[in-house]
């Protein structure tokens, strides 16, 4: 998608179905077709920024592997579009939802994980 400048914004314009979104994050996990090396997965999930405690980014992923029950990954997209791969658990978690712009936007999809994670067990985000 480009902008009205007519320069491809890289941030925006991927349009998926909640399926196409899990579809995905289980590439993440290591399913389905190797249309990613497993080297290049591995080097685009390693933390390479601090965001802030516990939360890292990588190459388009943010990483959380530490203060959680599990470690996971998470492709993050305005208005609380989300797309949590959580491989200790061999789940994906797709979630879309219109906060766009919203300060809060992040409160549905961790919401959602939470009770996922609830589920198969834990005691939910800290």
């Given at each position: 998608?480009?902008?009205?400048?007519?320069?491809?914004?890289?941030?925006?314009?991927?349009?998926?179905?909640?399926?196409?979104?899990?579809?995905?994050?289980?590439?993440?996990?290591?399913?389905?077709?190797?249309?990613?090396?497993?080297?290049?997965?591995a080097?685009?999930?390693?933390?390479?920024?601090?965001?802030?405690?516990?939360?890292?980014?990588?190459?388009?992923?943010y990483?959380?592997?530490?203060?959680?029950?599990?470690?996971?990954?998470?492709?993050?997209?305005?208005?609380?579009?989300?797309?949590?791969?959580?491989?200790?658990?061999?789940?994906?978690?797709?979630?879309?939802?219109?906060?766009?712009?919203?300060?809060?936007?992040?409160?549905?999809?961790?919401?959602?994980?939470?009770?996922?994670?609830?589920?198969?067990?834990?005691?939910?985000?800290?």
């Amino acid at each position: 998608m480009s902008g009205v400048d007519g320069v491809a914004a890289a941030a925006s314009g991927l349009r998926l179905t909640p399926r196409g979104m899990a579809r995905v994050g289980q590439l993440v996990l290591g399913h389905g077709p190797r249309v990613v090396s497993p080297d290049w997965l591995a080097a685009a999930l390693r933390p390479r920024v601090r965001v802030e405690a516990g939360l890292d980014y990588g190459y388009q992923w943010y990483v959380v592997t530490d203060a959680r029950p599990y470690p996971w990954y998470a492709a993050m997209g305005n208005g609380g579009q989300r797309i949590f791969a959580l491989p200790d658990l061999d789940v994906v978690v797709a979630v879309t939802a219109g906060g766009y712009d919203a300060a809060d936007q992040s409160a549905t999809p961790l919401a959602v994980l939470d009770e996922v994670l609830r589920a198969y067990g834990s005691d939910g985000l800290p």
